[in-house]
């Protein structure tokens, strides 16, 4: 399998070559084109870890596609405008902001796990993903924005609004950017994630939040 990420960083798009026979687990609504002979198969992962990936900002189906009678193409884009990077998968894994994650090899197994009130009140919902693999894998992440890998050597302070994925062998804790609540309130940058450890982060250039609210402001009041 390789994936072929084009028209980067701003509106990015994999393309997903297959062998016979292999398959890639994509995120309900990726898909964007696939090669006629490629077979698609769609998974809820049981009733629990459905509920569970909706309530986490995902999709409650995933989608399998497999090349069958010769080799297979399937193209995958993120819903939002910006970069996608592929993880090599880790011994020690990956942590995954819910909504940033696009496809992975069938053997990578993604779980929800509970953030805690923390995450809530971050805005990032009350789950994140966590990715583990025995063996090579690969995870897809895609961004708002340009995607930027940093190297976090002890500690690290990140707006919880651009976090895409992080290696698992950080910890982190969420925050005041503030002295107080109400300087953090006035500063505009709400809670931030402290990671803590040596590894890996992944940040979006871009706060799908933000943006949203930036346009929203812009669009005349709805009339009715």
Known sequence: MNFDIQYRPAHSL????LNPG???????G????????VQMQTQSG???SGLKRMFGGESFFRNTFTAANGPGEVLLAHSLCGDMVVLEMTGAGYFIQS??????T???NIETKVG???SFFAGEGVFVLQASCQGPGQVLVGAFGGIQELQCDGSLVIDTGHLVAWDATLTYTVGKSGSGWVASFLSGEGLVCHFQGQGRIWIQTR???GYGQAIGALLPPRSG
């Open 207 to 209: 706060n799908p939040a």
């Open 116 to 118: 805690g009130f923390k």
């Open 22 to 28: 292999e398959a890639v687990v994509a995120e309900s």
């Open 106 to 108: 069938p053997n990578v």
């Open 30 to 37: 990726a898909m964007v084109g696939m090669s006629t002979n």
């Open 99 to 104: 909504s940033s994650f696009i496809a992975s």
């Open 14 to 17: 994999a393309k997903v070559s």
């Open 46 to 48: 049981g009733v629990m």
